[in-house]
């Protein structure tokens, strides 16, 4: 069943998380411009902290927050984030889901979605069988959404087109959509400078009762309105980073 809370939002824009990047400070600079506010992506175990200190290391920007500072972070950036007059996301990764626990329940008493990422494609976290690899991995992942059931907040999937063969994503989303609520879906086209729509297009007719939020490669109205065909709302990256956002505001008036 969609979420009635944003099925009654009037925009159709996402800011998508951006690693090192959308914190608090970052989402308030855009009063009343978004749908919804990605923050993060943000580690919760021990495991995921080092890696993304190892992903620093070689120049990559990265969250990598104190896990014992964590709690009390989060808090002030979801608060910072919501003066953007938007619906808050947190997007997280980790590996071992009883030591993130106690971080999810903070962030879902004060968040309005938590994102899982599916999607991250860093060497050192994909070799914790996480990140990218979950959407291969259809146990795991379960194993992950069955214990965030308790926390009583919206989940999202954050995810990577062609990867894996559609029908092999398709099959591993079906095997745990009853856990979760909606899928943020990078369109990632190999080798193409656009986005791969005909397999997004496959994907929202599978899960209709899903939010679907489509990503990548959306910098202009005439892209975001083919996009918006097969979603429920798309989300923004490199285009905001660059400053291009008047089509935004104008697509908010449609």
């Known amino acids: 069943m969609k979420i009635s809370k944003l099925d009654k939002l009037d925009k159709k824009v996402v ?4 690693a090192g990047i959308t914190d608090g400070d970052f989402c308030k600079k855009f009063k009343d411009l978004f749908a919804i506010v990605t923050i993060g992506g943000y580690n919760l175990d021990t495991l995921t902290h080092k890696a993304s200190k190892d992903i620093e290391k070689r120049g990559r920007k990265e969250f990598s927050i104190n896990l014992d500072e964590f709690n009390n972070y989060i808090v002030e950036q979801i608060k910072k984030a919501r003066e953007s007059g938007a619906l808050v996301s947190v997007n997280v990764r980790f590996v071992n889901i009883d030591e993130a626990y106690d971080k999810l329940l903070v962030i879902a008493k004060h968040a309005d979605i938590i994102e899982l990422n599916c999607h991250c494609r860093q060497q050192e976290i994909t070799s914790l069988g996480i990140g990218q690899e979950l959407m291969k991995n259809k146990n795991l992942l379960k194993e992950f959404l069955y214990k965030m059931r308790g ?3 919206p989940v999202f999937l954050k995810i990577r087109l062609n990867y894996i063969p559609i ?3 398709i099959n591993n989303l079906n095997y745990v959509r009853d856990y979760f609520d909606g899928l943020h879906v990078d369109c990632f086209y190999p080798g193409k400078p656009y986005a791969d729509l005909n397999s997004l297009k496959i994907l929202a007719e599978e899960f209709k009762d899903k939010i679907i939020i489509g ?3 959306v910098d202009s ?5 083919e996009m918006l065909k097969y979603a429920d709302f798309i989300s923004v990256a490199r285009a905001v980073l660059k400053g291009n956002i008047e089509w935004i505001k104008k ?3 449609i």
């Open 167 to 169: 029908e092999e994503l």
């Open 15 to 18: 800011l998508a998380p951006m």
């Open 215 to 217: 990503n990548n490669s």
């Open 221 to 225: 109205l005439e892209k975001a309105k």
């Open 251 to 253: 697509l908010n008036t």
């Open 151 to 153: 926390i009583n907040k």
